[in-house]
Structures are given as structure tokens and as C-alpha cells.
């Protein structure tokens, strides 16, 4: 039963125009969100963070926007790049637990 | 100087055998993860380890164990492997207290031939 979804397996983006990649969670536990970048043949690496008491985290040109009623998470990077091209998770855990769990992943491409 | 490191990157082996994967990670950090990654791309968690409670995901069939010699290390024990067993497999650690990320090795990629 996977609790974190990302239901677009792939999105295609020009350079400088802005990326939105979309998360679904159903477990009402989780309290903190996080979105991974990964590249090929490298393990995922941390992009961004938010806790569930915040509805936005801005870092530089990545920005999560949570939607708590609606068990979902979006991240936004503006402008995009083709240095950006690549697999993003999405990832959730609760409070006090140890498990992390994660999305099937989006792969984006940003077109020069 | 590597923050989560796992051997070796690459793994080919036959069916039936039984391999290891080590894992160590320099972070000081409570909790280290086990991580697979199969065809579909998705990155299924396989193992928690903190402060020697396993949890383990009930799907993970037996014959894959977790190790862990010491806090900085979590090994993963895979026995009599089998052709669907092939995957990348992850490690990660992460500290205490919840709201924290989690730093990945660079993957192991395992054929089983």
C-alpha cells in the first residue's frame, strides 16, 4: 500500500519556464515532507523541506507548497534549468517515527 | 570525505548464492535505512534501524537481513538470491527526532544472473 503517490511519471519543461511537480499522501501522520533530486547511477540527494505546520518553503528557485486538507505537496521551481533535469521523489514521515517514505518519482526534463 | 558510503557499487552474481552489502556512514546519526529500487524505479523502504530496533517492512522476504556491527555501520545480508532479487539497492542514514533528511549512499546496483 504505497502512501506517497506521484502519479505523473515524467513532465517536459522549457528552460526559464516553471516546474510544478505534484505529491499525494494518504497517511494523516505524516508531519514532514521532503522532495529528492536524483541523477543517474547517484543515490538521491535532499532538495527541500517542510513541516506540517508551515503551507510554503522557499530556497532560492525551489519552493514546496503543502495543502494539508488535501494530503498534498507541490514543488515549484522557477526559473527552470537544464542542469534540473532530473528524477524527483517525494517523501514523507511522522512524528517520532523512523521510516521515510517515498513517491515513485517524476522524472523532469527541462528543455534548453 | 563520504558521508554515506555502501560496497560495492556494482554486484553479478549467480542464483542461489548468498552476498553482502556493507554500509557505513560518518554522520553521527541514529538511524540508518535500507533502500529498493527495482525496475519501476520505486524506491521501496526495506529496513529502519535506530538505536537497535529493527523495523522491518513485512514484504521484505526473509532471506534479506540487516546487520549492524555498530551505529555507524548497517550491512545487508542477502541469501540464497534470486533473479527478481536484481535492483539498486540504497543506504541511508538519517538523525534522531523526526524532521530531519536523510543522506543516501550512491546505490548498489545488484544482477543476479
Known amino acids: 500500500d504505497q502512501q506517497v503517490k506521484q502519479n505523473s511519471p515524467s513532465l517536459s519543461v522549457q528552460e526559464g519556464r516553471i516546474s510544478i511537480l505534484n505529491c499525494d499522501y494518504t497517511?494523516?501522520?505524516?508531519?514532514?515532507f521532503l522532495w529528492y533530486k536524483k541523477y543517474p547511477a547517484e543515490g538521491p540527494t535532499f532538495l527541500i523541506s517542510?513541516?506540517?505546520?508551515?503551507d510554503k518553503n522557499e530556497d532560492g528557485r525551489f519552493t514546496v507548497f503543502l495543502n494539508k486538507s488535501a494530503k498534498h505537496l507541490s514543488l515549484h521551481i522557477v526559473p527552470s534549468q537544464p542542469g534540473d533535469s532530473a528524477v524527483y521523489f517525494c517523501?514523507?514521515?511522522?512524528?517520532?517515527?523512523?521510516?521515510?517514505?517515498f513517491g515513485t518519482g517524476t522524472r523532469l526534463t527541462v528543455i534548453p | 570525505d563520504t558521508a554515506v558510503s555502501q560496497t560495492p557499487k556494482y554486484l553479478v552474481t549467480q542464483m542461489g548464492n548468498d552476498k553482502s552489502i556493507k554500509c557505513e556512514q560518518n554522520?553521527?546519526?541514529?538511524?540508518m535505512y535500507w533502500y529498493k529500487q527495482d525496475s519501476k524505479k520505486f524506491l521501496k523502504i526495506m529496513f529502519s534501524?535506530?538505536?537497535?530496533?529493527?523495523?522491518i517492512n513485512e514484504t521484505v522476504p526473509n532471506r534479506f537481513s540487516p546487520k549492524s556491527p555498530d551505529k555507524a555501520h548497517l550491512n545487508l545480508h542477502i541469501n540464497s538470491l534470486e533473479l527478481g532479487d536484481s535492483a539498486v539497492y540504497f543506504c541511508?542514514?538519517?538523525?534522531?527526532?523526526?524532521?530531519?533528511?536523510?543522506?543516501f549512499g550512491q546505490g548498489t546496483r545488484l544482477t543476479v544472473v
Open positions: 497517511n494523516s501522520m505524516f508531519d514532514y
Open positions: 541511508a542514514s538519517r538523525g534522531s527526532g523526526g524532521h530531519t533528511e536523510a543522506f
Open positions: 534501524y535506530n538505536n537497535k530496533e529493527l523495523i
Open positions: 554522520l553521527g546519526h541514529d538511524t
Open positions: 517542510i513541516s506540517s505546520i508551515k
Open positions: 517523501a514523507a514521515s511522522g512524528t517520532g517515527a523512523n521510516n521515510l517514505f
